[in-house]
C-alpha cells in the first residue's frame, strides 16, 4: 500500500511552516562551494575615518541626558526590520532618539543598541554620568557562511556593514559586538532599593529588547507597571531634548529645504504632463519622489498630491485622482535627508497656470492668515498663540464672506468655533528628524510653551470648502487649499526657511509660467 501524500495525514513529512519560504532557493551547500566562496577574496582595507559632522553634537546631546538620569541604565535601540509583505522588509528607518543620540542617519544597522552605562557622577563620556556604548553586528568576514547564505544581513545579499573600528571613529562611541548586548543590558539590573540598577527603555522599537527588559525586571523582582512609568518619562524626555535643534540640526533642516523646493519645481514642470494621465495625482508624487531619492534618503511622509475636492481631504495620499484644467492642485511633501532630517512645505497650484477670481480669494485669504501668524512667532510667544492669530485673521474673511452663522467673536469663543469647520487641524507642529517631530513632548513643554530661539516648526493655515458642503456657496465647492512653511526661531524674531518658494498669487503664476517656458 502506497504512502498518501497528504500532508493532514502525514503531518510528519510536511515541511515547516517557517521553512518554507525557502522553498524558492536552489542555494549550493556542498563543502566544495563553500570553500570556493570563501577563497580569493580581495583583502579589505584598514582605513581610519573622520568623525561624523553630527558626532560632536551627539556627544552634547547625550550628556543632557546622562544630567537627566544619572544613576539609570538607559537603552535606545535603533529598531528592527518592518515586514512588508511575506519576507520582504520596508526599507529600514532607525527610530528618531536613536539617530538623535548617535548622530547616525541611514548609514548603520537595524537591530544596533544603544546603552548609557551610570558611572560614578562625573567620572564617565566628557565628564557625564554615563558611558556609552555602540552595540550592532560588525561586518562578517568572507570566509564565513553568512557573508553569502544570510538573506538579511548577508554582505552578498544587502551589502556591507561597518566594522566595529569605523562606527567607533565615526560617533566618538565604545562600540561592542551584539554578541555582548545581553550582559550589558541585564548585567546587575534590579531593584535600586536593594542595590540594583534601574533600567529605562525606549519602547515598541525593538521587540526584542522589549522581551529582554520585560524578563529580567520579572526575574529581578521590578515592578513592571511602575518601570512602564519609568520608561515613560525617557521617551517624554528624548521628545523634549529634541524641541530646540542645534546648529548642525538647522543646516540639515536647510538641506533637506532646499532638496524639497527642487522638487516643487519639478512637481511643476510635469502638471501638463499630469493632466494627460488618468492618475494624474500620482505623475506628481512621482516627479517630487525622484527628487527625494536623488537627493536624499527618502520622503520625510508619504507626499499629498491632491487635485480637485481631492484637496478638501487633509491626509489624501492615495492619489489616485485626475488632474484636471481649472482645477487647484494642493502638494504637501518633504525630502528627508540622509541625516534623517525632514522638510514638510505646502503649495496650492493652478493646473492651468492662472488661478480663477474665487480660487484667488481663497487663496489670499490663507496667506494672510500664514502671513499673521509667522508675524506673530518670536520668542516668548505662546505656541498656541501662533494658531490663534491664524483662526483670527481666517474667521474675520469668513464673515466678510457670508460664511459664518455667527459673528467673528463668538465663532473664535471656546465655545463656537464654527470656522473651524473649514479649517479643522491645527496651524502648527514642530519639525525636526521626525515630520511631526517632538510628538511625547508634554503639553507644557510643547502647545502651552513659549518659544524660543532654535525651534523649529510648521505654519500651515488652510480652508476646505467640500463639493458637498451645503453651508457654502456653489462657487467655492471643490476648492481645497493649504499653504506651509517651515519656521525657525531666532533671536529676536522667526525665519521662514522656506520663503523663496513662491507663495503669492502672482509670484505663483510667473514662476510656473517660467517653468513651463524653460
Known sequence: MTQSSDPVQNPAQDQPIEDRVENRSHRPSSEAFKAFMGSNWQQTEDVDFQPDAAASYAALRRATLSRRFPTDRLVIPAGAPKVRSNDTDYRFRPHSA?????????????????????????????????????????????????????????????????????????????????????????????????????????????????????????????????????????????????????????????????????????????????????????????????????????????????????????????????????????????????SLYTADITRTLPVNGKFTEVQARVYNAVLAAADAALAAAKPGVLFRDIHNTAMQVLAEHLDDWGLLPVSVEEALSAEGQHHRRWMPHGTSHHLGLDVHDCAQARREMYLDAPLREGMVFTIEPGLYFKNEDLAVPEEYRGIGIRIEDDILVTADGAESMSAHLPRTVADVEAWMAQLWQS
Do not use: C
Request: hydrophobic content about 35%; proline content about 2%.
Open 98 to 338: 536613536f539617530a538623535h543620540l548617535t548622530g547616525l542617519g541611514v548609514d548603520h544597522e537595524p537591530e544596533a543598541v544603544l546603552v548609557m552605562q551610570p558611572v560614578t557622577e562625573g567620572t564617565g563620556d566628557d565628564g557625564s554620568n554615563h558611558v556609552a556604548t555602540l552595540f550592532f553586528r560588525p561586518l562578517a568576514g568572507r570566509d564565513s557562511e553568512e557573508f553569502y547564505s544570510n538573506t538579511k544581513i548577508g554582505e552578498f545579499w544587502v551589502g556591507p556593514r561597518p566594522t566595529l573600528k569605523e562606527l567607533r571613529q565615526r560617533t566618538g562611541l565604545e562600540t561592542q559586538d551584539l554578541t555582548g548586548l545581553e550582559y550589558a543590558v541585564t548585567v546587575d539590573a534590579g531593584v535600586v532599593e536593594i542595590g540594583g540598577t534601574r533600567i529605562r527603555l525606549v519602547r515598541e522599537t525593538d521587540q526584542n529588547m522589549d522581551a529582554l527588559v520585560d524578563t529580567s525586571r520579572i526575574n529581578t523582582g521590578v515592578d513592571l507597571e511602575r518601570s512602564d512609568a519609568l520608561d515613560g518619562e525617557l521617551a517624554e524626555f528624548l521628545s523634549e531634548m529634541r524641541l530646540t535643534k542645534d546648529a548642525y540640526e538647522v543646516a540639515e533642516l536647510r538641506g533637506s529645504i532646499e532638496s524639497t523646493i527642487r522638487g516643487f519645481e519639478d512637481i511643476v514642470r510635469v502638471i501638463p504632463q499630469a493632466t494627460q494621465h488618468q492618475r494624474g495625482e500620482r505623475v506628481i508624487e512621482t516627479a517630487f519622489f525622484s527628487r527625494a531619492r536623488l537627493e536624499g534618503n527618502d520622503l520625510g511622509y508619504d507626499t499629498i498630491a491632491a487635485a480637485g475636492n481631492n484637496a478638501t481631504v487633509l491626509h489624501w495620499i492615495r492619489n489616485t485622482g485626475q488632474v484636471n484644467d481649472g482645477d487647484l492642485v494642493l502638494v504637501d511633501a518633504g525630502v528627508e535627508a540622509d
